[in-house]
């Protein structure tokens, strides 16, 4: 999306016109209990290239909860979700200074995987500390963010071909779509409980 408007910070108005925006709201009884965020857009070399993913645990009804998570990239007009119901996605996301992302999407025309990873030196970078809202305690210093990981993305095109028993078996293409894309201003997250408790 894009915006026009103000923001003031510090005293100081800074005006914008029709730049890129964005801006989101999961709060309330539905946020997960423990979860993580990355995004990036500013990718050195790439001028039409972004990156979201997310995921976390999350609660289910009859008290289950459950462990998901997504990557999507825009890449020169092209929308690309991994997504586990169309195909697969890990993630390994450290306490803090570590976000690793893989994923892969095995449905539609044109199947891919896709790698993201995040990294920020804890002491030379140790977040921002602020609220998120919580059922029972209201808002709560229980977040940690930061606009400055190093980010790193790559993203394939997979072929498949048939396996012995009849299945498929996807293999990464050569070269790769996008091939370890760099930016220094990667925003990453991670808030709730048990991996980090602000308030310790």
């Known amino acids: 999306a894009r915006a026009t408007g103000f923001i003031t910070f510090n005293g100081t108005r800074y005006d914008f016109s029709n730049q890129p925006f964005y801006a989101e709201k999961n709060w309330g009884f539905s ?14 070399g790439y ?57 892969e999407c095995l449905e539609g025309c044109k199947p891919f995987a896709v790698e993201v990873k995040y990294e920020c030196d804890p002491v030379a970078v140790p977040g921002l500390v602020f609220r998120a809202p919580t059922p029972d305690e209201g808002m709560v210093y229980f977040c940690r963010d930061t606009f400055e990981a190093n980010t790193t993305l790559s993203l394939w095109e997979l072929t498949s071909e048939e396996d012995a028993t009849g299945g498929k078996v996807y293999r990464r293409k050569e070269p790769p779509i996008i091939d370890s894309a760099r930016s220094c201003q990667g925003g990453a997250e991670v808030g709730g409980g048990p991996w980090w408790a602000a308030r310790t």
């Open 47 to 103: 001028d039409q290239l972004s990156v979201t993913a997310g995921g976390g645990i999350r609660k289910l009804p009859f008290g289950q909860q459950e462990a998901l998570g997504m990557v999507s990239v825009h890449h020169n007009g092209v929308f690309y979700e991994a997504v586990p119901w169309k195909g697969s996605m890990e993630w390994n996301v450290s306490t803090w200074g570590q976000w690793s992302l893989r994923g």
């Open 31 to 44: 946020l997960p209990s423990k979860w993580y965020w990355t995004q990036c857009n500013s990718f050195e």
